[in-house]
């Protein structure tokens, strides 16, 4: 936090406050102090608030002219540093959903933070794949998503070879989230009555089939003539979802005085992080173990419409998947029961042929 504080005193004797100062005082007693203002570089001030030195220095930092979104001094041309600070000022990243900026941007800081000085035409792919190896398979596809996403755009002006082609992240071995099951999905209404907020988020997740993020912007003024519209932070896709009769049944008992139908306990709006933590609470009431989140009901709800006999593009049409090879496994699960089914009616029926 930037931090005022006093440095000379004025002709009244009164102290006068520098602005843009961050300071602070380390282990052994030494101050330190720095420049910080948005847009700007931070520039360590030598010497005391007051001094010539720091007057003179704090003087130029004032003086100087703005910096693009995230360089600093490492950002010399072609640098890793460089690369980062284009890449956020372009339309490829700007045109991404808040949420996916802040995960890829955490990422690429990482990364910039250790490596930012280096020249990323010369960033060889031993040294990538390397990295890699070293993460587990789940942090491995996010960092690679955002790092081929830095190299894609450097392939103009910066990059002649794409250092992460041929580079294959580690697969991820199991399903993911865990999907809800009809027993978990009955334990938790009989806990949480229609009524509560606890209920109205389950039906919300449940029969939309929707991501966390689009479900807590959900409001009033999205319902109409029993249509529930949707416009995905994550793709940018708008959904047209019928209102399904359960869902409707808790709607008419939902606070109409709100923006959002999900509020916290003071009426304000969730926040994604807040919201998961309190529905993790509400799973846990409900007896059921850590392994059911929220997003495990936007896979239940796949689940369900494939058992329902769905085809593949109709569930996308309303879970809003971009691409279909997720959706598909509901659709190969739900073919393998029923056929499993069939299979071992026939058998049934052969042998009480057989015995008559």
Known sequence: MTKAIPTRKSARGLPLRLKFIQAWVDQDGRAHHYFRRAGYPRERLPGLPGSLEFMSAYQAALDSAMTPIGADKRSRPGSVSAACASYYASQSFRGLAASSQIVRKAVLEAFRRDHGDLQIAAMPRKFLAALLDAMTPTTARNWFKAI??????????????????????????????????????????AKHAIGTRERLALTLGLYSGQRRGDVIRMGRQHVRAGVLTVTQQKTGATLAIPVHAELQAVLDHAPGNQLTFLTTARGAAFDGQAFTMWFAKACAKAGLSPACTFHGLRKAACRRLAEAGCTVHEIAAISGHASLKEVERYTKAADQAKLAQAAMARTTAANTAKRA
């Open 148 to 189: 081929r996403a830095l190299t894609d755009h450097c392939k103009v002006g910066m990059l002649k070879d794409d250092p992460t082609l041929g580079i294959r992240p580690r697969p991820i071995k199991g399903d993911g989230f865990h999907t809800w099951t009809e027993d978990e999905i009955a334990a938790f209404e």
